[in-house]
């Protein structure tokens, strides 16, 4: 069984800085992809960024570009989200999930383990 822990999330003015954590269980980790994803009250979960089993490749959405950084250390279980210049439209609740395989995806569908997310709020 995989826990999803994330935490970090919190109230922040805008132009500010968060760093999400999300630690899991299991012997498994440094063999999945891992990714982040936001859900705002009404909307669909979307993808915010995504980080390859070994660490090397990631990617990220236009939305958070050039603010945000997702790294790894699996010698911790630890995925991080790093936002910077947060803006209000950030505002959600986000969650950690770990990939079906060793890349990840753009996709809910593309990770099967999920966290019960942590709340970001931006005020403006």
């Known amino acids: 069984q995989v826990q999803l822990v994330e935490s970090g999330g919190g109230l922040v003015q805008a132009g500010g800085s968060l760093r999400l954590s999300c630690a899991a269980s299991?012997?498994?980790?440094?063999?999945?992809?891992m990714g982040w994803f936001r859900q705002a009250p009404g909307k669909e979960r979307e993808f915010v960024a995504a980080i390859t089993w070994s660490g090397v490749t990631t990617y990220n959405a236009n939305s958070v570009r050039g603010r945000s950084t997702i790294s790894r250390d699996n010698a911790k279980n630890t995925v991080y989200l790093q936002v910077n210049a947060l803006k209000p439209e950030d505002t959600a609740v986000y969650y950690c999930?770990?990939?079906?395989?060793?890349?990840?995806?753009?996709?809910?569908?593309?990770?099967?383990?999920w966290g019960q997310g942590t709340q970001v709020t931006v005020s403006s």
């Open positions: 999930g770990r990939g079906r395989t060793a890349v990840g995806g753009r996709t809910p569908l593309d990770y099967n383990y």
């Open positions: 299991g012997r498994t980790f440094s063999s999945y992809a």
